[in-house]
């Protein structure tokens, strides 16, 4: 009998985990790093239970991926165990390549976006491990002819986002992004190569996408999340400027100081090897170090964020004039003593746009009665999900009127 690990889960209760790669996987360094990289990025400032982190998710994600293969197996999908396993690791390690908090300074840092950073860092486990990786990254690059497994790792009814939305619900407390993912999993099956969800769960799909909905204005797009992250952006465009007159000690020194290089050219093991051992400890240890400054700038940020004095960010239907903004940058300069430059970093206008469901891409599909192939769009009215919803955001100090 093979042995397994049990971990106790806060959300799913008991995880099951097979000795083997797959624990392998989960201790190694790589992996471990999650447990330093905050799930929602900077929320906990509005939700304070949002302390989760990518380590949760994954695993979470892991273990309602070895649900659905079980589901799809009992209802006569023939996958062989090697398959199980693959697809159970592309799913483990989909979010290995987030840098601090999450999706805050996605790019900021490395100029790649966070898959393409997990790609790599998938390779490099898949060397490690002598190419028992290799079937796990040709699913997860959607190369491998099971069409139906990568998008349980990757499409708009995944396991990322049936974990993500359960998870990041239950640690904020927005009970409205609750979803019923058990029903969800046990109402899927394969047709044509394609994953379907039976007819009989549609109202369960309706809720889904409602709860993604109002989680992305709720949580992910809350309007002092967003002032945390201009804070925190502008706080490192301001370092990198003022490099040389800024005492640092940190592990982000070495993305600081060489940002130019990182820029122009591609990620190399060198960049690779600093990453790997970069998480939000290091950014917050940056902060700190930082609150003294001499720079008014720096340290007006730095102990903002320290000691949540935010910047006040206000969401519009309508765009702010460019006047208005000048003037305000103005007011900062005069009022503040920042120069323009510092002010056009944290006043400022933008967008928020969000989409629920995309209908010209990669459809959900409801297996009808007739066993016929139907796209959601076809038996739902999805007017309202599919909508691109857009607003915008200005954003400026307190201290203004």
Known sequence: MA???????????FISIPYGIILDLIDHPYFQRL???????????????????RFHHALGAYHLMTKALSTLEA????????EKEAASIAILLHDLGHGPFSHVL????IPVEHEELTLLLMEEL??????????????????????????????QLDMDRLDYLTRDSFYTGVSEGIIGYDRIIQMMNVYDNQLVIEEKALFSIEKFLTARKIMYWQVYMHKASLSSEIMLTALLKAIKSNFSEIPISSGINYFLRNQNNINNKKITYEILSHFVKLDDTDVWTLVKSVI?????????LAKGLIDRQLLKVEIKNVQT???VIDKMRLQCVNLLGFTQDEAKLIIKGGTLEMSTYNQSFDEIFVNSREKALIPLSEVLDLHHFSQNRLRYFISKPKELS
Do not use: C, M, W
């Open 3 to 13: 042995r397994i690990k049990i971990i106790n889960d806060p959300v799913y209760g």
């Open 35 to 53: 447990r330093r990289i905050s799930q929602l990025g900077l929320s906990s400032y509005i939700y304070p239970g949002a302390t989760h982190t």
């Open 75 to 82: 209802k006569g999908v023939l996958l062989s165990q090697e």
């Open 106 to 109: 996605e790019s900021a840092l």
């Open 126 to 155: 898949n060397n490690e491990f002598a190419g028992k990786l290799s079937l796990a990254i040709t699913i997860f690059k959607n190369e491998y002819h099971k069409k139906y497994l990568y998008q349980l790792v990757s499409s």
């Open 292 to 300: 003294t400054s001499p720079n008014n700038f720096v340290s007006y």
């Open 321 to 323: 004039d460019g006047d």
